[in-house]
């Protein structure tokens, strides 16, 4: 089975927004143990920098620095790039990818996928689904349909097994305001394909910019 490229380290070595706009068209892929590969390509991301104000609710924000501070759970943002950050809201795990050169803080939120490989797998972790569009349609789901939690935390996102890798490039991106964030909600740090099936459904509607 062919390997998709892994993106390097110098691909998240710059700027978080950059990026999060970047890896939208690229792809996630987890070379599983259990011999099923489970692959698709990323439609919606999230950025957060350093700078901004969404690093309060974490409580790790400096209102005078104007600066996420490098200590709580937020300490391993600072560090290589190109690794997995994973943390649980309530239930469910949330797949991130560390930004900017070490000792920078920055994280990519990935948010939905759209399911290629393994599909059969996901409809077996996610049977509640509607739909194969809404099987990874969400950063929960996501992490649920590709079986991810806490041992993925710290893992090499450039190499195998659980990696990013090159994608075509999607029609267009569009940036829009975040979801569900109490702070910097109106910043336009979340990237998809407009349109597209597998992006995250939003009840109240959100701005689109280009």
């Given at each position: 089975m062919h390997?998709?490229?892994p993106l390097d380290r110098d691909f998240f070595a710059r700027s978080t927004v950059e990026v999060a706009r970047a890896l939208v068209g690229c792809r996630l892929v987890y070379e599983h143990a259990d011999g099923v590969r489970r692959a698709g390509t990323i439609v919606e991301t999230e950025a957060y920098p350093a700078d901004d104000p969404a690093w309060r609710s974490w409580g790790?924000?400096?209102p005078v620095a104007e600066r996420v501070r490098p200590?709580?759970?937020?300490?391993?943002?600072f560090g290589r790039p190109?690794?997995?950050?994973?943390?649980r809201v309530h239930v469910y795990w949330l797949l991130n990818v560390v930004t900017e050169p070490e000792g920078v803080a920055g994280g990519v939120l990935i948010r939905a996928v759209a399911p290629e490989e393994g599909v059969h797998v996901m409809w077996?972790?996610?049977p509640a689904a509607r739909h194969e569009a809404?099987?990874?349609a969400g950063p929960g789901r996501l992490c649920q349909a590709f079986d991810l939690d806490r041992r993925h935390h710290g893992a090499d996102l450039t190499r195998p097994p659980l990696?990013?890798?090159q994608g075509a490039p999607p029609p267009a991106v569009v940036a829009t305001p975040r979801v569900g964030v109490r702070f910097g909600r109106d910043l336009p740090y979340r990237f998809v394909i407009p349109g597209h099936p597998c992006v995250t459904p939003v009840r109240h509607g959100n701005r689109v910019r280009s």
């Open positions: 390997r998709p490229s790790v924000f400096d200590e709580g759970r937020a300490l391993d943002f190109g690794t997995a950050y994973l943390y077996a972790r996610r809404g099987l990874a990696y990013l890798a």
